[in-house]
């Protein structure tokens, strides 16, 4: 069965450009978090979905930051524009329900 | 205080060596995770815990509801072992991490 796939696994862009990063579950799924983890830090809930439905956006910056997951099965991100400090790894992660969290690799972006 | 704390921050060990991560939480939790991330990939889910003891390979973990601790071993441990290991705790939906312990294992 395959796992969690996230594309692209690495972006370099310049900052002021816009981002989109892409993930789709494991077949099934109907909860699927985006998370955002800094280097060394643990990684910070930005949008959780059930099905097609944004359930908690609280720590989404919404200024910048855009997420759907319109049939709910695969999910975009998307930054516009990025800034520097927006440099971080994106992690999508989905679950059955809200029971156990499986992780795709992550999207590795740098804003230079 | 943080709700889900890490020991040892740090470890260094010989190809061989027993290893133990602790973990010590202070919520109330559904379930308890151990992760695995590499530098540079993805988080890889090792363990969901909420009661007793499971084995994988050389990995076992074990937990004390009781007591709000588990830990993380890892027998005969290799090189290929070095990673950060995370202890996360479930409390509805919401994942609350800890710190990560870096391990190091010299060949």
């Known amino acids: 069965e395959a796992g969690v796939v996230q594309s692209p696994r690495y972006k370099i862009i310049e900052k002021k450009q816009p981002v989109a990063f892409w993930c789709n579950p494991i077949s099934g799924h109907n909860t699927l978090y985006w998370y955002l983890q800094n280097l060394g830090q643990g990684p910070e809930l930005l949008i959780r979905y059930e099905n097609e439905e944004a359930v908690d956006d609280s720590q989404l910056p919404k200024d910048r930051f855009s997420a759907e997951r319109l049939k709910g099965v695969d999910s975009t991100l998307k930054i516009q524009p990025a800034e520097l400090g927006d440099s971080a790894v994106y992690l999508c992660?989905?679950?059955?329900?809200?029971?156990?969290?499986?992780f795709g690799p992550g999207t590795r972006l740098t804003v230079l | 205080k943080n709700e889900v704390e890490q020991s040892p921050q740090n470890l260094t060990a010989q190809e061989g060596e027993f290893i133990t991560i602790n973990c010590s939480y202070s919520?109330?939790?559904?379930?308890l995770h151990w992760l695995q991330q590499h530098p540079g990939g993805g988080i890889v889910s090792l363990f969901m815990?909420?009661?007793?003891?499971k084995k994988h390979g050389r990995l076992i973990a074990t937990i004390n509801i009781q007591e709000k601790h588990s830990s993380l071993h890892i027998t005969a441990s290799h090189p290929r072992d070095s990673a950060v290991y995370i202890c996360a705790v479930t409390q509805g939906y919401q994942l609350i991490w800890g710190a990560g312990t870096k391990l190091i294992i010299k060949p």
């Open positions: 992660a989905s679950s059955l329900d809200s029971h156990e969290q499986f």
């Open positions: 815990l909420s009661s007793g003891k």
């Open positions: 919520v109330g939790i559904s379930a």
